[in-house]
């Protein structure tokens, strides 16, 4: 078995089950989905090399209907970042991946009103520059309500109303094969929400296929390409 650059879900497992929390505040462990190879939109698989610099990248996982984030940082993020949801749980987010561990990936549903990338537009995003919501620049900003998180640092809050960070999408590397994978979650998961408040919505969209996991493999596009609007503030 080749060597791999592996954020899985044992070692995520393992690092909650470690973190000290405050007081007797529940500690998460990752939950595993469908393995799923992340491809380009001909169905080639995703190399990191040719992942540019502060763009956002948009893949579906892990459903057919729940967008995330994939971003490669110009600067590693090494991890140890200890974080909290709402309800109090705490889990230790373990960093990047691929080359300088600067490759990283998040749930695209906003932990405030679930504000999400659609076909026609979306509110939520990473900015690279600097702007009168994302300050210095560098950070995924949600125009809804102004939300903003640090992918250098498991999508904490930085500033806004989200109550916490963005679930991490968990990535597996073969430095081999330069092949990305998803396999799972930690964090603060949504998708219960997100399928009370919109799944009629999505139906009209996608049909019986809004649940469906998605399997095999995730097609990645850039945000521009993925929604018509990007509404950046």
Known sequence: MERRDFVGLCTASAAALSLPGAGHAATLTARNYRRAKLVDERGQPLRVAALKTGVTYVFDY?????????????????????????????????????????????????????TYPT???????????????????KVITCCSDRSVY????????????????????????????????????FGGEMFTEFFKKFEFRLQLEMGNRVRSEVDRTATVKELATYSAQWAQC
């Open 62 to 114: 892990p459903f057919a209907s729940t967008p995330c984030f994939l971003i490669r940082l110009d600067k590693p993020a090494p991890g140890g970042v200890e974080l909290r949801t709402e309800s109090g749980s705490t889990y230790r987010w373990e960093g990047g991946i691929g080359p300088g561990k600067a490759v990283v990936a998040y749930s695209a549903i906003c932990a405030h009103k679930l």
């Open 119 to 137: 076909r026609q537009v979306s509110f939520i995003g990473y900015r690279d520059a600097p702007s009168p919501v994302a300050g210095p620049g």
């Open 150 to 185: 640090d992918p250098a640092a498991g999508a904490r809050v930085v500033s806004g109303p989200a109550p916490q960070p963005l679930a991490t999408i968990l990535l597996e590397h073969d430095a081999k094969a330069d092949e990305v994978f998803a396999v799972g979650t």
